[in-house]
C-alpha cells in the first residue's frame, strides 16, 4: 500500500461495570489509539477528567508492593509490564496473593531474627575468645568494660522468654548438658549491663557465687557459644532450602500473579483518564477502518450488548478540520517493507492521506547498502545474522529483532553486488572460473569479473569503467530524487496545497526544471563519449525555454495564485521582499539540486573505498603466507581484517544511506510530521 491505512475515530458508551472487560479487551487487541494518551504506566497528573480511584490503586499498590517484597526474599525477577495471558486479577487471585506473601513474610521474618541471633553470638563468642586464655580472676572479668558476664539459676521455661525481651543486647548459655538444667550464664556488652541485669530480675534469675580466685573464661561460656552458632547456622540452612523451595513452588504463580496486578494498575490509570459518569465510561480514539466492525462485534460479545459505538471519518471531526488535531498513521507492509518502518518513524510520522514513503526506503536502502558493500562472504555473514535475529533464531538475540529484516536484505543485497565484483571474504580470484564459465556461456566472450571496480589494469579495470560506474550511481540519485519530488507533488495535492504542489521548488515547476537541467547534462556527457567531427554543446532556443519557464514559475508562483485566488494584495509582502525571496528561492532551488545530486558520487566513493580496503587485506595476507607458519598467519589475517570490514565499514555504510535517505529523499517531501498509530497496550514492546 502506497498510503497508510484509512482511521475512523470511533466513540464507546459502557456501563462502569463492564468497563474493566472492555479496557481488557483493547489493552490486548492492540486496536485503539486513545485520543488523551492511555499508555502511560505512572499515575497520572493532577488536572485529568477523573480523579484517579485512590481506595482500588492503593489496593493494587499494596499487592505490587507484596509481591515484589516476596520475591526479593525468594531472589525471583518479577515482570516489568502484563504478559501476553494476563487477566484482570479477582478474588481468587486476591486470596492466593495473600496466602503466599503472607508465608514468604513469615519465613523472611524468622530468616531476619535467626540473622540477628547468629550475628549476636557471633559477637560475643568472638569477645569471649578474646579474653579466653587471660590469666586473671573471673571476678576481675566481670569488671571488665567490654564484657558483662552473670552466672545463675533460670527456669528453663523462661529462657526463650528472657531471650526476646534481650533481642540482640545479650546471649543466654545453659551451662548444663543439653540445656535442660537451670544454670545459664548470661554474657552481654558493658554497655548492655543494665538492661541484662533488669532483664534477669524480672525472670527471677538467682546469681551463682563464682569460686574466689577462678581464672579466665568458663569453658561453658565457649562451648556454649559455638554449640548456640552451629544451632543457629543450621536454622538458617533450613530456612534457606525452605525459600528454593518456596521459589520452586510458587515463583511462576509469583510472576503471573506480579503481571496480572501490573494490568490492574494500567487499566485504573486508563480510567482516571476517561470522561465518565457515574455509572458509565466514555472511551474515544482512532482505530484503523478495517478493524472497526470486527472491534464492535467482539464488544459486544465481552458486555453482553451493552455497548454503544459511533464512528466517524476523519473528515467529520472539527479538530481534524481545523487543524489542531492530526489523524494517527497506521501503515500495512509486508515482512520486507514492515523491517524499514524503523528508519521512517526515527525521522517522523508521515501525514495522513500522503504517500507511504517506507517502500521506497526499504528499496533503495536495500540497493545502495549492496553497491556500497559488495562483497558475497562479507553479505552471506550479515545474512546470517539477519537470520539469528529473526524469530527463528538465537533467542539470546532477541534483543535484536528489528534488525532482522533489514540485515537479511542488505546481505542478500551484498552478495549479488559480490557475485558481479567477484569478491568473496575480499578473495577475488575463488569466482574467477565460475564467472568465466557463464559470461562464456551467454556471450560467448568470457570475463574475469562481470564489474571491475579497481582501476587496475592487471584485474581488467581502469578510471574510465571507475567514471562509468560513478555516473550510474548519480544515475541513481537522479531517480531518488525524481521519486521524492513526485511523492511530494501527490502529497500536497492530497492534502489540498496546490500552491505547492504547482510552484514550489520541490512541485511540478521544481520538476521541471530538475528534469531538464539532467537531460542537458545527459546530452553533454553523451556528445563528450562519442563526438561529431565538431562537437560544440550549445543552447538551443527551446533549452532556453525549458529552464525559464520552471525558473519563473517558482519566481513568480506566491503572487499568480494569490491573484488566481482574489487576494489582495498580490504581493503580501511587497514588491521588494517578493523580489528578494524570489530570487533567494532560485539560488537555493539550484543549489539543493546540484548538492542533492552530486551527494550520490558518496556512493561510488564508498563501493570504492570498500574494494580497495579488501583488496589491501587480501593482498597482505597473501603477502604472510610466504613466512613461516605463514598459512596460520594468513589465516589470522583474513579472519581480522574481514570483521574490520564488516563492522566497521558496514555500520559506516549503513550510516551513509540512512543519511541519504534523511537529506536526499525525505526533504523532499517530509516537511511536516503525522502522529504515529500507538495503540493501548498493556505491553509496550508489542
Same mark, same amino acid.
Given at each position: 500500500?502506497?498510503?497508510? /491505512?484509512?482511521?475512523?475515530?470511533?466513540?464507546?458508551?459502557?456501563?462502569?461495570?463492564?468497563?474493566?472487560?472492555? *479496557?481488557?479487551?483493547?489493552?490486548?487487541?492492540?486496536?485503539? !489509539?486513545?485520543?488523551?494518551?492511555?499508555?502511560?504506566?505512572?499515575?497520572?497528573?493532577?488536572?485529568?477528567?477523573?480523579?484517579?480511584?485512590?481506595?482500588?490503586?492503593?489496593?493494587?499498590?499494596?499487592?505490587?508492593?507484596?509481591?515484589?517484597?516476596?520475591?526479593?526474599?525468594?531472589?525471583?525477577?518479577?515482570?516489568?509490564?502484563?504478559?501476553?495471558?494476563?487477566?484482570?486479577?479477582?478474588?481468587?487471585?486476591?486470596?492466593?496473593?495473600?496466602?503466599?506473601?503472607?508465608?514468604?513474610?513469615?519465613? =523472611?521474618? /524468622?530468616?531476619?531474627?535467626?540473622?540477628?541471633?547468629?550475628?549476636?553470638?557471633?559477637?560475643?563468642?568472638?569477645?569471649?575468645?578474646?579474653?579466653?586464655?587471660?590469666?586473671?580472676?573471673?571476678?576481675?572479668?566481670?569488671?571488665?568494660?567490654?564484657?558483662?558476664?552473670?552466672?545463675?539459676?533460670?527456669?528453663?521455661?523462661? !529462657?526463650?522468654?528472657?531471650?526476646?525481651?534481650?533481642?540482640?543486647?545479650?546471649?543466654?548459655?545453659?551451662?548444663?548438658?543439653?540445656?535442660?538444667?537451670?544454670?545459664?550464664?548470661?554474657?552481654?556488652?558493658?554497655?548492655?549491663?543494665?538492661?541484662?541485669? =533488669?532483664?534477669?530480675?524480672?525472670?527471677?534469675?538467682?546469681?551463682?557465687?563464682?569460686?574466689?580466685?577462678?581464672?579466665?573464661?568458663?569453658?561453658?561460656?565457649?562451648?556454649?557459644?559455638?554449640? /548456640?552458632?552451629?544451632?543457629?547456622?543450621?536454622?538458617?540452612?533450613?530456612?534457606?532450602?525452605?525459600?528454593?523451595?518456596?521459589?520452586?513452588?510458587?515463583?511462576? #504463580?509469583?510472576?503471573?500473579?506480579?503481571?496480572?496486578?501490573?494490568?490492574? %494498575?494500567?487499566?485504573?490509570?486508563?480510567?482516571?483518564?476517561?470522561?465518565?459518569?457515574?455509572?458509565?465510561?466514555?472511551?474515544?480514539? &482512532?482505530?484503523?477502518?478495517?478493524?472497526?466492525?470486527?472491534?464492535?462485534?467482539?464488544?459486544?460479545?465481552?458486555?453482553?450488548?451493552?455497548?454503544?459505538?459511533?464512528?466517524?471519518?476523519?473528515?467529520?471531526?472539527?479538530?481534524?478540520?481545523?487543524?489542531?488535531?492530526?489523524?494517527?498513521? =497506521?501503515?500495512? !507492509?509486508?515482512?520486507?517493507?514492515?523491517?524499514?518502518? %524503523?528508519?521512517?518513524?526515527?525521522?517522523?510520522?508521515?501525514?495522513?492521506?500522503?504517500?507511504?514513503?517506507?517502500?521506497?526506503?526499504?528499496?533503495?536502502?536495500?540497493?545502495?547498502?549492496?553497491?556500497? @558493500?559488495?562483497?558475497?562472504?562479507?553479505?552471506?555473514?550479515? @545474512?546470517?545474522?539477519?537470520?539469528?535475529?529473526?524469530?527463528?533464531?538465537?533467542?539470546?538475540?532477541?534483543?535484536?529483532?528489528?534488525?532482522?529484516?533489514?540485515?537479511?536484505?542488505?546481505?542478500? =543485497?551484498?552478495?549479488?553486488?559480490?557475485?558481479?565484483?567477484?569478491?568473496?571474504? #575480499?578473495?577475488?580470484?575463488?569466482?574467477?572460473?565460475?564467472?568465466?564459465?557463464?559470461?562464456?556461456?551467454?556471450?560467448?566472450?568470457?570475463?574475469?569479473?562481470?564489474?571491475?571496480?579497481?582501476?587496475?589494469?592487471?584485474?581488467? %579495470?581502469?578510471?574510465?569503467?571507475?567514471?562509468?560506474?560513478?555516473?550510474?550511481?548519480?544515475?541513481?540519485? *537522479? *531517480?531518488?530524487?525524481?521519486?521524492?519530488?513526485?511523492?511530494?507533488?501527490?502529497?500536497? *495535492?492530497?492534502?489540498?496545497?496546490?500552491?505547492?504542489?504547482?510552484?514550489?521548488?520541490?512541485?511540478?515547476?521544481?520538476?521541471?526544471?530538475? &528534469?531538464?537541467?539532467?537531460?542537458?547534462?545527459?546530452?553533454?556527457?553523451?556528445?563528450?563519449?562519442?563526438?561529431?567531427?565538431?562537437?560544440?554543446?550549445?543552447?538551443? &532556443?527551446?533549452?532556453?525555454?525549458?529552464?525559464?519557464?520552471?525558473?519563473?514559475?517558482?519566481?513568480?508562483?506566491?503572487?499568480? &495564485?494569490?491573484?488566481?485566488?482574489?487576494?489582495?494584495?498580490?504581493?503580501?509582502?511587497?514588491?521588494?521582499?517578493?523580489?528578494?525571496?524570489?530570487?533567494?528561492?532560485?539560488?537555493?532551488?539550484?543549489?539543493?539540486?546540484?548538492?542533492?545530486?552530486?551527494?550520490?558520487?558518496?556512493?561510488?566513493?564508498?563501493?570504492?573505498?570498500?574494494?580497495?580496503?579488501?583488496?589491501?587485506?587480501?593482498?597482505?595476507?597473501?603477502?604472510?603466507?610466504?613466512?613461516?607458519?605463514?598459512?596460520?598467519?594468513?589465516?589470522?589475517?583474513?579472519?581480522?581484517?574481514?570483521?574490520?570490514?564488516?563492522?566497521?565499514?558496514?555500520?559506516?555504510?549503513?550510516?551513509?544511506?540512512? /543519511?541519504?535517505?534523511?537529506?536526499?529523499?525525505?526533504?523532499?517531501?517530509?516537511?511536516?510530521?503525522?502522529?504515529?498509530?500507538?495503540?493501548?497496550?498493556?505491553?509496550?514492546?508489542?
Amino acid at each position: 500500500m502506497l498510503k497508510p /491505512r484509512k482511521m475512523k475515530q470511533i466513540e464507546l458508551t459502557v456501563l462502569a461495570r463492564d468497563a474493566d472487560a472492555v *479496557i481488557e479487551y483493547l489493552g490486548r487487541k492492540g486496536v485503539m !489509539h486513545f485520543t488523551e494518551d492511555g499508555e502511560a504506566y505512572e499515575p497520572p497528573e493532577s488536572g485529568t477528567v477523573q480523579a484517579l480511584d485512590a481506595a482500588s490503586y492503593r489496593f493494587i499498590k499494596d499487592k505490587l508492593e507484596k509481591l515484589e517484597a516476596a520475591s526479593a526474599c525468594l531472589g525471583l525477577e518479577l515482570p516489568s509490564e502484563p504478559e501476553e495471558e494476563s487477566r484482570n486479577p479477582g478474588e481468587t487471585e486476591e486470596a492466593l496473593t495473600d496466602k503466599i506473601t503472607a508465608a514468604v513474610s513469615s519465613l =523472611s521474618q /524468622r530468616e531476619n531474627l535467626q540473622n540477628q541471633e547468629k550475628k549476636k553470638i557471633e559477637e560475643a563468642l568472638a569477645e569471649a575468645k578474646a579474653f579466653a586464655n587471660l590469666n586473671a580472676p573471673f571476678a576481675d572479668l566481670d569488671q571488665l568494660s567490654y564484657l558483662t558476664l552473670r552466672v545463675g539459676r533460670l527456669d528453663p521455661r523462661r !529462657h526463650d522468654e528472657l531471650r526476646e525481651a534481650l533481642t540482640d543486647r545479650a546471649v543466654i548459655i545453659p551451662l548444663d548438658e543439653e540445656g535442660l538444667g537451670d544454670r545459664v550464664l548470661a554474657a552481654a556488652s558493658r554497655k548492655g549491663r543494665f538492661a541484662l541485669d =533488669s532483664e534477669l530480675k524480672r525472670a527471677n534469675f538467682i546469681p551463682i557465687t563464682v569460686p574466689e580466685g577462678y581464672k579466665g573464661i568458663p569453658g561453658e561460656l565457649l562451648s556454649g557459644l559455638e554449640s /548456640r552458632l552451629k544451632e543457629a547456622e543450621k536454622d538458617l540452612n533450613e530456612i534457606a532450602e525452605r525459600k528454593k523451595q518456596f521459589k520452586d513452588e510458587y515463583g511462576a #504463580t509469583l510472576v503471573s500473579l506480579t503481571a496480572s496486578y501490573l494490568m490492574a %494498575g494500567v487499566m485504573e490509570q486508563l480510567k482516571a483518564k476517561l470522561k465518565s459518569t457515574k455509572n458509565a465510561y466514555f472511551l474515544t480514539g &482512532w482505530v484503523p477502518a478495517d478493524s472497526v466492525s470486527s472491534m464492535i462485534d467482539d464488544l459486544e460479545k465481552v458486555t453482553d450488548g451493552r455497548v454503544a459505538a459511533r464512528s466517524f471519518n476523519p473528515e467529520e471531526i472539527p479538530s481534524v478540520r481545523d487543524k489542531t488535531e492530526k489523524v494517527p498513521v =497506521s501503515l500495512d !507492509h509486508g515482512a520486507f517493507v514492515k523491517g524499514f518502518e %524503523g528508519v521512517v518513524f526515527s525521522y517522523g510520522a508521515p501525514l495522513y492521506g500522503t504517500i507511504d514513503p517506507t517502500p521506497f526506503v526499504a528499496i533503495f536502502f536495500t540497493v545502495l547498502f549492496g553497491i556500497m @558493500f559488495g562483497d558475497l562472504g562479507q553479505g552471506f555473514v550479515l @545474512f546470517l545474522l539477519g537470520f539469528l535475529t529473526g524469530k527463528r533464531g538465537l533467542k539470546v538475540l532477541a534483543g535484536f529483532r528489528k534488525f532482522s529484516v533489514p540485515l537479511l536484505s542488505v546481505g542478500i =543485497s551484498s552478495m549479488v553486488m559480490g557475485l558481479l565484483n567477484g569478491a568473496v571474504f #575480499t578473495n577475488e580470484e575463488l569466482l574467477v572460473g565460475l564467472t568465466r564459465t557463464v559470461t562464456g556461456f551467454l556471450t560467448g566472450h568470457p570475463v574475469d569479473r562481470l564489474l571491475v571496480l579497481m582501476p587496475l589494469p592487471e584485474h581488467g %579495470g581502469s578510471v574510465t569503467k571507475l567514471f562509468y560506474f560513478f555516473g550510474f550511481t548519480i544515475g541513481v540519485g *537522479i *531517480i531518488l530524487n525524481s521519486v521524492g519530488l513526485l511523492v511530494n507533488v501527490v502529497n500536497q *495535492i492530497s492534502l489540498k496545497e496546490y500552491e505547492k504542489a504547482l510552484f514550489s521548488k520541490t512541485g511540478v515547476s521544481g520538476i521541471v526544471l530538475f &528534469w531538464y537541467a539532467v537531460s542537458l547534462a545527459v546530452r553533454f556527457i553523451i556528445g563528450m563519449i562519442n563526438p561529431p567531427d565538431s562537437f560544440v554543446f550549445r543552447f538551443i &532556443w527551446f533549452d532556453i525555454i525549458g529552464l525559464a519557464i520552471p525558473v519563473l514559475a517558482i519566481f513568480f508562483g506566491p503572487p499568480l &495564485w494569490r491573484l488566481f485566488l482574489g487576494r489582495r494584495p498580490v504581493f503580501a509582502e511587497g514588491i521588494m521582499v517578493f523580489i528578494m525571496e524570489g530570487f533567494v528561492e532560485i539560488l537555493e532551488t539550484v543549489s539543493t539540486y546540484v548538492s542533492n545530486t552530486v551527494s550520490f558520487l558518496r556512493v561510488g566513493a564508498f563501493a570504492l573505498s570498500h574494494a580497495v580496503l579488501s583488496f589491501i587485506v587480501f593482498t597482505f595476507a597473501d603477502m604472510v603466507s610466504g613466512v613461516s607458519a605463514g598459512g596460520a598467519f594468513s589465516f589470522l589475517v583474513l579472519i581480522i581484517g574481514n570483521a574490520v570490514i564488516i563492522i566497521l565499514e558496514g555500520m559506516i555504510v549503513a550510516i551513509q544511506v540512512v /543519511r541519504l535517505q534523511y537529506y536526499e529523499f525525505f526533504s523532499k517531501f517530509f516537511t511536516e510530521t503525522g502522529v504515529e498509530f500507538t495503540p493501548f497496550r498493556f505491553r509496550k514492546g508489542v
